[in-house]
């Protein structure tokens, strides 16, 4: 079940982000507000329910409430599409059925998966799961990733290695958006797999462990992460910046590839070559006699 708390938050954050003017309300009696976002009163006339309906779901009860209310809900707060999928995903986790539960995603890599990260030649590629657990990459990914494969704790895991390791400070370009970016798609993971106990545990060590996540968390924020760029300064070729895509692994729920390839012709194609010379191995190529 999910926390009503995750609920409550949840929606007050998203109805703090909503001024009157952009819900298109006009206010003609010269108060003063009290809150820079819409009422909650404000937030139920939008949706078209009672006001003591609304309440009452902020408060973090959503058992019962219908895909309509819900649909209304994420129309009247201007959700987009990851925030409407995550209410979605916390009214599922309120209601729980055996249709709803979703299954945790497998903890080892298949093998013609595997054949296929090796099958990848001239970019980094890896399969990860839902916690941000890199399970599989190929030659060039762990050559990449590097620093993430010194944890002792393994598998490597980015939200781990972002928050609790000085080092990658200096190896994301960007430290900043790195960061909103794992915990969104952290707090995105969460509202889907409510009973995933590995999830909750990293996510209580990340708290405990580091003020910025805990102040990133705070915020509720949540994210679809599935292609973009990534920029990061290396230890061995300094400054390269990938492209990336993500796609889900249709045969295992909950597992994704993700590649990043570099531009053709660019600097970081360049450097991905070079650190491809320096880390793996050679090839012989000559032709067998007889």
Excluded: C
């Amino acid at each position: 079940m999910v926390d009503a708390s995750e609920v409550r938050e949840f929606l007050t954050s998203r109805r703090a982000k909503i001024t009157p003017e952009m819900a298109g309300l006009v206010s003609y009696d010269g108060s003063r507000r009290r809150v820079p976002g819409l009422r909650r009163e404000e937030a139920a006339t939008l949706a078209g329910v009672s006001a003591d309906y609304y309440k009452r779901l902020e408060r973090g009860n959503l058992a019962g409430v219908s895909d309509s209310v819900l649909e209304a809900i994420a129309r009247a707060l201007q959700l987009d599409d990851a925030e409407r999928d995550h209410l979605y995903n916390l009214a599922r986790a309120a209601n729980p059925t055996p249709r709803n539960r979703t299954a945790p995603a497998p903890e080892r890599v298949r093998s013609s998966v595997r054949y296929m990260l090796d099958a990848i030649t001239e970019a980094p590629a890896f399969v990860r799961n839902e916690r941000r657990d890199i399970l599989a990459a190929n030659l060039l990914g762990r050559a990449l990733y590097a620093p993430l494969y010194d944890d002792p704790i393994q598998p490597p895991n980015t939200a781990r290695f972002i928050f609790l390791d000085a080092r990658a400070r200096d190896f994301y370009h960007d430290w900043d958006q790195a960061a909103n970016n794992v915990v969104a798609v952290l707090r995105t993971a969460s509202g889907k797999h409510s009973h995933d106990r590995r999830l909750a545990e990293l996510i209580n060590h990340l708290d405990e462990h580091s003020d910025e996540f805990r102040a990133r968390w705070a915020a509720h924020d949540v994210r679809h992460h599935y292609s973009g760029r990534k920029h990061y300064h290396h230890p061995l070729i300094g400054e390269v910046e990938l492209m990336f895509e993500a796609m889900p692994l249709g045969h295992d729920q909950g597992l994704t590839l993700a590649v990043y390839p570099a531009r053709p012709g660019s600097a970081a194609a360049n450097a991905l070559r070079l650190l491809a010379s320096w880390t793996l191995p050679s090839q012989d190529h000559t032709t067998p006699k007889g």
